[in-house]
């Protein structure tokens, strides 16, 4: 991507295997549109993901980041995603701490039958992205 | 660790792909990582020759791992594994790169759809750097399946299994099985009586030695995975023993508790000490805990002192049980969408304006009118009946938007029988288009069109209300372009059927999906309509979809012939994706011992120490670990990293 071009946020997009991850899927099969600017890693819960991913991202020169997975009460591993919500909350304060805006991370909730619900959570986090420009104050030098 | 010899195939998917995605383009730059020692891409990489060519790749090029960028991992990763497996490396080194849901499919700029796809499978690349091979973990089946659920499809599911001779739990809600088919009077489209079909089968399950029946229960908790679960279940006290109870009716005669009956859909009245049907099984009456005065002999106690049998036993107390199965069908049926829904309709409040199953109960000989059609304001016989299909059917702006498939079905035969109930009585039918796909089914509705005279009206009604008696219908008939005006004696509406409160619940426990209207969610719409999302647990029934009986009982077979050849293996393969510890990495401070939602990690001798049998590889420990000493194998932190840095590359 040139300069030149448009703004186009960068975001990697944590997806729990079994509700968002299917939940993709689905948009997938009803062919419904979105930006396509959101990478995604798939992982076995939202529990897994450790607050160092999130940083990490960022560190390599994420412009946004977004977990998603089961609604709170049908994570698959009973409670990985409480676990989760917990962890992302403390995700948040941190980032705003040392001044990273705190939307450049997201947390969402997509059951495996909403595939409608995955694009518009992407469509809307893009969206939200957009006017805060690159993400400059985490991204380290050797990744620009 | 030598460097691997990746091997990247990249699939067109006919244009599936190919047409959003430059997959030269992906192929070259995958040639460009490191590891990569061979790519290809080719127009269906799942069809024989593309799957040999795999195999053959592997064999030739001798590598060690296989990247396919191709559709999601639920379609054909298993696939592709087995085709790592035939070219003799081990199939855990194979992973799956979803570049079609994911990518081709949502996105329609082809210089960013190549570019995320670049980066999908990049990252995949480098995550399948440090995937170990893994063996399945092999582990013992429990030869017991549990079918929740007593309708229809849950006592031909618990036949089908328990003659095969596997034991078989049966849960039922309810005071007694046999669900909704139960309440019918008779059944298109050859006008049998219901309860005569079924009654037969419903002595059957009490009598199979080989399935336990377990009536006013409910599941309360899922643990274990496919082969080896173990469900919680409830056991409400009916506080009458059914061995006792003689069926000789004295106690309702004494109660001096009357509620609706629910299972004659409010229709009539019963008392706290009931027995639901005439057919009911178990065969015995059930004291309603939650209106009975107080099961105490100094409150009331009347049941208590006119049963000669001695079945009443104010004592018992719920008991909870722990059942071992190995698979599991869920089979707990639909309800209809409430009435109260319709405002337009009346909300419920006009009198006689009836939803369908409470004219199946007016129909029945078992029903509170001993079969007789009888108003239900003054219990006269009504000379004319407006029944209105689709209703809270196919209306996405305000109701639900799917077709609820066997309202037109019921409604013929409701008309039918009605005629034949009141021969000198008139029919009216208001419907948007009438679906009679099924064997004999179109003949049914022209049978009840021509032969009973019917009148049919294509249109909706807009409006119902009481008038001078009588239900106002205001109605328009798209045909003829005529507004029309019927003074009904009574309105049945052909309500959706919608999941039931039980398929929500039972949802929730089992931790099964959903689809976007509530009903249980099946793994594949084309090829795994039994089966849930998760390994083990099946589906059958008006739970799934809406559906009428035929296709139901087919279901609860086909489900049935699943569970029976699961439970025929000796062991199952499990997933070997579990936590491993790193032991030269952990300080033993147990934070994953806290973090770990199945108990699976304890400390020994200072050290963290996963117990294999109960780890399901969640990786919440990993996540909480602050050495990185644990991970989840083939999903550890290091891969997350290098994935991440991958789908930032630019
Ligand atoms: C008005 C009307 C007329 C119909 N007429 C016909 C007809 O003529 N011909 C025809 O083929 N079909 C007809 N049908 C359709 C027929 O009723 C269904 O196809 C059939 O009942 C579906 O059976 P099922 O076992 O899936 O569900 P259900 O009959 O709903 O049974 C589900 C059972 O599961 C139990 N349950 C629910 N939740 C739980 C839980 N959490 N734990 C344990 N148990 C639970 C319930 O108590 C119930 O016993 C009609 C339907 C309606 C509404
Ligand atoms: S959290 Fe990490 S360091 Fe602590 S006991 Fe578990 S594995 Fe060991
Ligand atoms: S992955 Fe870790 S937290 Fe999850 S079940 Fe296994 S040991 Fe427990
Ligand atoms: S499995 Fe989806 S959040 Fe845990």
Request: proline content about 4%; charged content about 20%; overall charge neutral.
């Amino acid at each position: 991507m040139s300069e030149q071009q448009v703004y186009e946020p960068r975001v990697v997009a944590f997806l729990c295997k079994w509700c968002s991850s299917a939940g993709s899927d689905l948009a997938g099969v009803s062919r419904i549109q979105y930006p396509a600017n959101a990478t995604p890693i798939t992982v076995p819960c939202t529990g897994a993901i450790s607050p160092m991913y999130i940083m990490s991202a960022f560190n390599k020169g994420a412009d946004g980041v977004l977990v998603s997975g089961c609604h709170i009460g049908d994570c698959h591993y009973i409670e990985g995603n409480y676990l989760a919500r917990r962890k992302m909350q403390l995700i948040m304060e941190l980032l705003e701490f040392i001044g990273v805006e705190p939307n450049r991370f997201r947390m969402s909730w997509v059951s495996a039958a909403e595939g409608a619900k995955f694009a518009q959570v992407i469509t809307d986090f893009v969206n939200d992205l957009k006017p805060l420009g690159p993400q400059e104050k985490l991204k380290k030098a050797e990744h620009s | 660790m030598s460097k691997k010899r990746t091997g990247v195939f990249v699939c067109h998917c006919g244009t599936n792909i190919a047409a959003t995605v430059d997959v030269a383009k992906v192929a070259k730059e995958m040639a460009g990582e490191d590891t990569v020692a061979f790519t290809k891409e080719y127009v269906y990489m799942c069809s024989e020759p593309g799957q040999e060519s795999v195999v053959q790749a592997i064999k030739d090029n001798k590598l060690d791992s296989v990247v396919v960028t191709c559709c999601s991992p639920n379609l054909h990763e298993k696939t592709f594994r087995d085709n790592a497996t035939r070219a003799g490396i081990n199939n855990f080194t194979c992973e799956i790169a979803n570049i079609r849901e994911q990518c081709s499919w949502v996105h329609n700029d082809k210089a960013k759809g190549t570019e995320k796809a670049i980066k999908i499978s990049r990252s995949v690349v480098r995550r399948v750097n440090r995937n170990q091979p893994l063996d399945a973990i092999a582990v013992n089946v429990t030869r017991r399946a549990m079918v929740i659920g007593g309708g229809v499809a849950g006592i031909q599911a618990a036949l089908d299994i328990a003659n095969a001779g596997v034991e078989v739990v049966l849960v039922e809600k309810q005071a007694t099985i046999g669900g909704r088919m139960l309440q019918l009077s008779e059944t298109f489209p050859t006008l049998d009586c219901s309860q005569c079909v079924l009654s037969p089968k419903m002595v059957e399950v009490k009598r199979h030695p080989k399935i336990k029946l377990m009536t006013y229960s409910e599941v309360q908790e899922l643990t274990g995975s496919v082969g080896n679960f173990q469900v919680k279940a409830l056991k409400k006290p009916t506080f009458v023993d059914p061995d006792k109870c003689k069926l000789c009716d004295e106690c309702t005669a004494v109660c001096p508790v009357v509620v609706p009956n629910e299972y004659e859909l409010n229709l009539t009245a019963r008392r706290a000490i009931y027995i639901p049907y005439a057919q009911a099984i178990p065969a015995s009456f059930t004291l309603d805990e939650s209106v009975c005065l107080g099961l105490n002999p100094i409150v009331c106690g009347k049941c208590k002192d006119v049963c000669e049998a001695d079945a009443i036993n104010y004592d018992m107390r719920p008991e909870t049980v722990t059942e071992d199965v190995g698979a599991i069908v869920v089979a707990t049926g639909f309800d209809l969408y409430g009435q109260e829904n319709m405002g337009e309709l009346g909300g419920g409040k006009i009198e006689d304006v009836l939803d369908g199953l409470q004219f199946e109960r007016l129909c029945s000989a078992s029903g509170a009118t001993k079969g007789h059609i009888l108003r239900p304001s003054d219990h006269t016989e009504p000379k004319n009946v407006v029944f209105i299909q689709c209703v809270g059917s196919r209306d996405p702006a305000k109701h639900c938007a799917y077709c609820s498939k066997i309202c037109c079905m019921y409604t013929a035969k409701h008309a039918q029988l009605y005629k034949h109930h009141v021969p000198d009585g008139r029919a009216y039918v208001f419907y948007i288009d009438i679906r009679s796909g099924g064997k004999g089914y179109e003949e049914f509705v022209q049978r009840t069109m021509e032969d009973n005279d019917t009148l049919y009206l294509r249109g909706r009604v807009s409006r119902l209300y009481r008038h001078n008696g009588k239900v106002r219908v205001l109605g328009t008939d798209t045909l003829s372009g005529q507004n029309v005006e019927i003074d009904a004696d009574m309105v049945v509406l052909a309500l959706a059927m919608v999941p039931s409160k039980g398929t929500t619940e039972i949802a929730k426990v089992l931790k099964i999906g959903r689809d976007k209207d509530g009903f249980l969610a099946e793994a594949h719409p084309k090829l795994k309509p039994v089966e849930s999302v998760t390994a083990g647990i099946y589906l059958a029934g008006a739970a799934q979809a809406p559906k009428d009986i035929p296709e139901t009982v087919a279901q609860a077979g086909a489900a049935a012939a699943k569970v029976i050849a699961l439970l025929s293996q000796a062991t199952l393969s499990r997933p070997p994706l579990i936590a491993r510890v790193r032991r030269s990495h952990c300080t033993g401070c147990g934070m994953c011992v806290d973090a770990c939602p199945f108990i699976a990690i304890r400390l020994e001798n200072g050290k963290a120490v996963v117990n294999e049998a109960l780890c399901e590889g969640c990786g919440s420990c990993s996540a909480t670990c602050l050495r990185a000493a644990i991970d989840v194998k083939n999903v550890t932190q290091l891969q997350i990293y290098e994935m991440i840095e991958a789908c930032l590359a630019v």
